[in-house]
């Protein structure tokens, strides 16, 4: 049986890739791009039902029927991230060159663990390093990997951190010969609004989630310094060994971003790996107005930003970048198969060492042409409009009578409560809220995030579109005040 069909490399077989990518893409296109609505309300039920089909068929169905197939299963009833209502989480619409490079990457199949498997791309993918590096003011010497993303990232900081301090205060070859006896006393300070990948991280690392000290934010949700000073100094007077201080530049909620010149000051006087956490704020770096905002980002000893967020590159895209290249050797190791000539005269790069991963996506692709097509200039024009529309999206919501602004946006989140009468309790607030956004699941013409704010279920847009405007967020507050009047009305019919 011929499988040239199925494979690159024929005449027979490039065809096959020429049509079967034509018909994705136009599945793409009609279903998902420019669908009116950004999301369809089934129910996992209603989805479930429609996969009956046998997933491993005796004898397949062909291509064009699978691909079709998809198009109407899967893809018509996706969220449609292209949609300029769609506006959850940090989910990105996907621009045109990230979309072209991946469809490069993926045919490509490189694979970034060894040289003799991605020649170009591995030298690529270091450039692309090199060029972050710069970006974020790292001094000679800075390195990277690209990873899966921030929780990637975020784990591999830690990594090195803790294995880093525990050679320096105890001699310890963690790698060799796992966590010291003073393990339990080790300690990871970030702020209260820090991602939770870093509790994710610290459970990982075998030094529980306990190990994480949240530190209390001020009146803008930044890390408040005063309570980090004092966080500091009880660790110490009980005995606990902090060496790890996160500081996060755009949090999840609020976008909020921790002084981080001052952090990098207490991380320099009590001896702490400084990590930022960049995953969302980290595109502010390619903006004229903004850059501002993430100095001390550069006294970073390692910082984590991801392409797949306000860089609006494909899932997934994320960079690890370290202030000392050297500190990649806590977690290096040597697999004699792969880069055999690492170590030779004029050696090759060895990425795989670098890395959580060993197979390994060439990612880097994508920010690379993107970059390139657009320019920094018009890329950073993009991230300054998403912001100003989350300005003009606050001044909107401040304005109307029945909404409540939590507070003023700093990146491109807003959060905010539909509020509709004065004197409703917290209690009846919450309720609300909370039935709203569940409406508003199953009746798809807007996709908005639920979140608690201080204990009141709250809901939360964050902008990322550089398409959408003012009408669009004018558009999906109608259709929460629909869904809020039709909420109120089954609520007052259940009372
Ligand atoms: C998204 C995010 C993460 C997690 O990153 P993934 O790319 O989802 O793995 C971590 N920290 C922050 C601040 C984030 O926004």
Request: proline letters at 4%.
């Amino acid at each position: 049986m011929s499988a040239s069909d199925l494979f690159l490399g024929s005449e027979a077989g490039d065809a096959a890739y020429r049509e079967a990518m034509a018909r994705a893409i136009d599945a793409v296109v009609e279903t998902v791009a420019d669908r009116d609505e950004p999301y369809t309300g089934h129910s996992p039920q209603a989805l479930a039902e429609q996969f009956g089909a046998p997933v491993v068929p005796e004898d397949g169905v062909g291509p064009d029927a699978a691909i079709d197939e998809v198009a109407e299963t899967v893809l018509a009833r996706s969220v449609a991230t292209s949609n300029s209502r769609c506006s959850a989480h940090l989910q990105c619409p996907p621009m045109v060159p990230g979309l072209a490079a991946e469809a490069m990457l993926t045919a490509a199949n490189q694979s970034l663990d060894s040289f003799d498997q991605a020649p170009a791309a591995t030298v690529l993918e270091q450039r692309v390093v090199d060029a972050l590096c710069d970006l974020f003011d790292l001094p000679n010497g800075a390195d990277g990997v690209f990873t899966s993303g921030g929780t990637q990232s975020n784990f591999q900081a830690l990594l090195l951190a803790r294995d880093r301090y525990c050679h320096r205060a105890f001699g310890r070859d963690v790698q060799a010969d796992g966590l010291p006896t003073e393990a339990d006393s080790l300690r990871i300070v970030c702020s209260e609004t820090a991602h939770f990948t870093g509790k994710q991280a610290a459970h990982h690392l075998g030094l529980g989630e306990d190990a994480v000290v949240t530190v209390p934010t001020d009146e803008e949700r930044r890390m408040d310094v005063d309570a980090l000073d004092r966080t500091l100094a009880d660790l110490t007077d009980r005995g606990r060994r902090p060496f790890a201080l996160v500081g996060t530049a755009g949090t999840t909620d609020f976008g909020a971003v921790d002084p981080l010149a001052d952090l990098a000051d207490r991380a320099t006087e009590h001896d702490l790996w400084f990590h930022v956490d960049a995953a969302y704020g980290g595109a502010l770096a390619l903006t004229d107005d903004h850059a501002g905002m993430l100095s001390g980002i550069e006294r970073a000893d390692s910082l984590a930003v991801d392409f797949h967020k306000l860089f609006y590159q494909p899932i997934s895209c994320g960079a690890f970048l370290v202030r000392d290249g050297e500190d990649f050797r806590w977690m290096a190791r040597n697999a004699a198969y792969l880069n055999p000539e690492t170590h030779d005269e004029g050696g090759v790069p060895n990425l795989v060492a670098k890395s959580v991963q060993t197979t390994r996506r060439f990612d880097a692709l994508k920010p690379y042409v993107a970059f390139r097509a657009v320019g920094r200039e018009r890329f950073g024009a993009l991230v300054e409009s998403t912001l100003e529309l989350a300005d003009d999206a606050a001044a909107l919501l401040d304005d109307a009578e029945d909404f409540e602004l939590l507070s003023d946006p700093t990146l491109s989140t807003v959060v905010f409560r539909y509020r509709p009468r004065d004197g409703m309790t917290d209690e009846a607030v919450s309720r609300l809220n909370a039935d709203l956004r569940r409406r508003l699941l199953a009746d798809g013409r807007a996709v908005v995030a639920r979140t608690d704010v201080d204990g009141v279920t709250s809901l939360k847009v964050t902008l990322l579109n550089p398409t959408a405007t003012l009408d669009d967020v004018a558009a999906m507050l109608d259709v929460l005040r629909d869904c809020g009047r039709g909420t109120l009305t089954e609520q007052g019919a259940s009372a």
